[in-house]
Nanobody
Framework: VQLQASGGGLVQAGGSLRLSCAVS????????LGWFRQTPGKDREFVAA????????YYANSVKGRFTVSRDNDKNTVYLQMVSLKPEDTAVYYC????????????????WGQGTQVTVSS
């Protein structure tokens, strides 16, 4: 499974960005697709996840109500729509795929894409 994240950039506080994660390779519909973020010196932090089949979604409390995860089955792409961005959302964002049951743990994901930088200025 290969994952390609894109869409990061520099935005002012209160602004919006949409991240995309293109999925290719041997991919199973039972997979969960997750978004994590990481800042220097810290562990990767769960942001959101969505099950490819069924579309059940999950969010970290810190982004609930501001971020929306979705998928496009025809394009094999997962999106993370981010609105009302805050400086504390600044991080490298990663998409991941896996079969784990606990979607908020990085160890549940066996496949990771490269990160995309999101910077929110105050």
């Amino acid at each position: 499974v290969q994952l390609q994240a894109s869409g990061g950039g520099l935005v002012q506080a209160g602004g919006s960005l949409r991240l995309s994660c293109a999925v290719s390779g041997r991919f199973f519909s039972s997979f969960v697709l997750g978004w994590f973020r990481q800042t220097p010196g810290k562990d990767r932090e769960f942001v959101a996840a969505i099950y490819w089949a069924g579309g059940n979604s999950y969010y970290a409390n810190s982004v609930k109500g501001r971020f929306t995860v979705s998928r496009d089955n025809d394009k094999n792409t997962v999106y993370l729509q981010m609105v009302s961005l805050k400086p504390e959302d600044t991080a490298v964002y990663y998409c991941a795929a896996g079969r784990g049951d606990d979607v908020s743990y990085a160890r549940s994901y066996g496949y990771w894409g490269q990160g995309t930088q999101v910077t929110v200025s105050s």
